[in-house]
């Protein structure tokens, strides 16, 4: 998991790209994708090809806000063919303000859950009553996670921030990054930066400590991941492709999302 972990510290810290090809693939599409799940979307995308050896799919990774200033400024000629964001924010602001530069609606295509996470503090019982600086997204930007650990926290959080304690990073991958790497106490991140299940058992670090928040008790803000298929001039054969990615990435086939601790969209909580 370590290793796993390193490539994810690198996601967050940068954009990257990933042809995930068969030699023979002659038909490509382009998909952006939020540094958050980017792990778990280039494992989809290996499984997809496999299945589908006469598709590629490009993986590009990067923060939803450059994803959506390059499709803007790129229009029908822009790089992408579908966007994966960690949110429905910027797949509903690209419809809803360039309606001409999206196909579609959004849709959802995996749901996270918000943990409180820690190498060194058994924090297994939640946040402690003595706190420490942490991390969590930075709320202001509606990262998801961070909005969901606000609403965790309630009045707790305006204290820790009257005593400067949180400790505001870009997206979930950050905040776990802080605490494995930088020292954090603790921090709050998504259940599928600190977790696999590729055998039908979660794992987490050995002698690491998390605590799972519950949707509808303490937040009520889903975390949904969201998708939006992007208006780029393709050619018959690439709208076939991306059509047959989406309905692979929406359906029970998905079982990358779901081995990183995803929930599929359908899931009950």
């Known amino acids: 998991m370590l290793k796993e972990k390193l490539v ?26 939020t540094p958050t799940a980017a792990t778990a979307i280039v494992d989809l995308v290996a499984d997809f090809v496999n299945a589908n050896p006469t598709y590629n799919v490009a993986v590009v990774g990067a923060p939803d806000s450059l994803s959506k200033d390059a499709i803007v400024a790129g229009g029908a000629a822009g790089p992408y063919d579908l966007l994966l964001a960690q949110s429905y924010l910027v797949p509903a602001g690209l419809k809803y303000l360039h309606p001409t530069l999206v196909s579609g609606d959004p849709f959802p295509f995996a749901k996270d859950t918000l943990v409180l996470y820690s190498t060194t503090v058994d924090i297994s019982g939640g946040i402690p009553l003595q706190l420490q600086a942490f991390s969590l997204p930075d709320p202001a930007t509606l990262d998801p996670y961070g909005v969901a650990a606000v609403q965790a926290m309630g009045a707790e959080y305006l204290y820790a921030l009257s005593k400067k304690l949180p400790i505001k990073t870009a997206d979930a991958g950050g905040s776990y990054a802080r605490v494995e790497y930088m020292g954090t106490a603790y921090g709050f991140t998504g ?67 779901q081995d990183h601790c995803y929930k599929l969209p359908s899931a009950a909580q």
């Open 8 to 33: 994810r510290l690198a996601i967050g810290a940068a954009a990257f790209a990933l042809s995930c090809a068969n030699a023979k693939a002659a038909t490509t599409i382009t998909v952006a994708v």
């Open 191 to 257: 259940k599928s930066q600190i977790c696999t299940a590729a055998t039908g058992v979660e794992a987490y670090e050995p002698g690491s400590f998390h605590h799972e928040y519950v949707l509808g008790q303490n937040y009520v803000t889903d975390i949904v991941l969201a998708g939006i298929k992007i208006a780029r001039t393709r050619s018959a054969d690439q709208e076939t492709a991306l059509t047959a990615f989406v309905n692979f990435l929406t359906s029970a086939q998905a079982k990358a999302l």
